[in-house]
């Protein structure tokens, strides 16, 4: 029998009650996500598990590397059977990874299976999961809707033209709310390949003719009228590091014209560019209610071969340790001293800045919502039972766990709903102990009011969805 029962990661009979009781049946909002819309809208049915598993699962890939199997049979040209029997092979030796109960959980609650997948079983899930795939149920919107989602945004670039949420949003046989999400990575980035040709994109997507920084700003600005048109709540930002570098308008547009003609600018000029960019963004997104997330502390691509072979996203890279403290305040404060800090969810890959997270949360909170400035959920390679553990610990330390807003997928897998589960559980089984260990009293109301305000109504409210 599979490890997935009703007790799984639930340590007392505190922790299930306030799973099962408060936390189990709620909807899931998943604020955040990188699934693409036009496969929700064409409700995909996927051939095989395969294709629903594998295809752009940078996070199986690197299971799957790390157990000596040659690229060909990753991300390569061997068939979909070759590829599920590679990850299957691996799965077993990654004990301790969340990869082991993601799958598990995936297997049981999407397909039945209560076995554990491994190089001898992979013949029978693979027939299993290929055969239930072909039932109405199993189709990307059949898969939303029985993991009960009640909202997906997605991370969408300024130029999109967001055809996929329009088409969504007018089939009114489809109950889940889609909205776009503004990640404007490529305009910022000015140091970057590929700057100037993404600015005569933006130019023509927005209508206005680009000669300066301060027309990208206006037609940045002209984007995000158009998505939130359609429903955005929220913009994201995918930085190596927090930048917070002042400069002239002067320096900015001489920054910018050099950069437009084809010279390099140094790492510090693209740090003011790019902080003049931010903040203008910043105040644009407290005018419109968007709140604004900030993802920092990765290095990517960090090997040379794979990436000119695979390109990113493929599984190559890992964390930082920069110090973005300083930068941090100083970028916060910049907004804050005119009135126009919006809503901001921190993330950073590091997870040895928790502490420093939480503790910059107390100095920028507002009456906008409860807990306005957000220390967001563990991310990524942090995305593990204790590395959510320790989020939230730390969270409560240092500043209002009640007031979290809870889980996200950041995930490309129609799938991988069921990590919203493994986050309930674990929040459960924290609040549980702590009960049970007499730290927190046993208040039913109040213990209520806090499993479902993290699991979903934080959310909710904070996003105004």
Same mark, same amino acid.
């Given at each position: ?200 994109? %933006?130019?023509?997507?927005? @209508?206005?003719?680009?000669? /300066?920084?301060? *027309?990208?700003?206006?037609?940045? !600005?002209?984007? =995000? ?84 072979? %695979?390109?990113?996203?493929? @599984?190559?890279?890992?964390? /930082?340790?920069? *110090?973005?403290?300083?930068?941090? !305040?100083?970028? =916060? ?133």
């Amino acid at each position: 029998m599979g490890i997935i029962n009703d007790s799984f990661i639930l340590k007392t009979e505190t922790a299930k009650r306030l799973y099962e009781s408060y936390a189990k049946n709620l909807p899931i909002i998943d604020y955040h996500c990188h699934i693409n819309p036009r496969e929700i809208y064409e409700n995909r049915k996927f051939e095989n598990i395969a294709q629903v598993w594998l295809g752009g699962d940078h996070y199986k890939w690197r299971v799957i590397r790390s157990n000596g199997v040659e690229e060909s049979k990753i991300t390569g040209d061997a068939d979909d059977r070759t590829k599920f029997q590679m990850f299957a092979e691996a799965l077993p030796m990654a004990i301790g990874n969340p990869m082991f109960h993601w799958t598990m959980l995936e297997l049981k609650r999407y397909f039945g299976y209560d076995g554990i997948l491994n190089g001898e079983t992979a013949e029978e899930v693979w027939n299993l999961c290929n055969a239930k795939l072909q039932e109405d149920s199993m189709t990307v919107r059949g898969l939303i809707e029985q993991s009960n989602v009640a909202v997906i945004g997605t991370t969408d670039d300024p130029i999109d033209s967001l055809e996929w949420h329009i088409k969504i949003a007018a089939d009114k046989s489809f109950k889940t709310k889609v909205v776009p999400s503004f990640r404007p990575d490529k305009a910022v980035n000015i140091e970057k390949a590929g700057f100037v040709e993404y600015i005569a994109q %933006l130019s023509a997507a927005s @209508g206005i003719e680009i000669k /300066s920084a301060a *027309d990208v700003k206006a037609a940045l !600005t002209n984007r =995000l009228d158009f998505f939130c048109s359609l429903g955005c709540k929220a913009s994201d930002h995918g930085l190596d590091y927090v930048v917070y570098s002042e400069a002239t308008d002067a320096e900015i547009e001489s920054i910018f014209a050099r950069a437009m003609a084809g010279e390099t600018v140094s790492q510090d000029e693209a740090d003011a560019y790019k902080t003049a960019i931010l903040v203008h963004l910043g105040r644009e997104y407290h005018g419109r209610d968007v709140v604004m997330q900030l993802h920092y502390g990765a290095i990517r691509n960090t090997n040379q071969r794979m990436f000119e072979k %695979l390109g990113p996203d493929t @599984g190559y890279d890992c964390i /930082s340790t920069f *110090d973005c403290s300083k930068n941090i !305040t100083r970028f =916060l404060n910049a907004l804050e001293v005119d009135g126009k800090l919006p809503k901001t969810i921190l993330y950073s890959l590091n997870p040895a800045d928790n502490q420093m997270l939480d503790t910059i949360l107390g100095c920028f909170q507002g009456t906008e919502a409860r807990g306005k400035i957000q220390h967001g959920s563990a991310w990524w390679f942090n995305d593990t039972k204790t590395g959510m553990e320790d989020q939230i610990k730390s969270l409560a330390n240092l500043s209002l766990l009640g007031n979290f807003v809870g889980m996200l997928t950041d995930s490309r897998s129609f799938l991988s709903y069921t990590r919203h589960e493994y986050f309930r559980r674990i929040l459960c089984n924290v609040i549980g102990q702590w009960v049970e260990d007499g730290e927190y009293p046993d208040d039913e109301a109040t213990l209520k009011k806090i499993i479902e305000g993290i699991s979903y109504y934080n959310a909710e409210k904070y996003f105004g969805f």
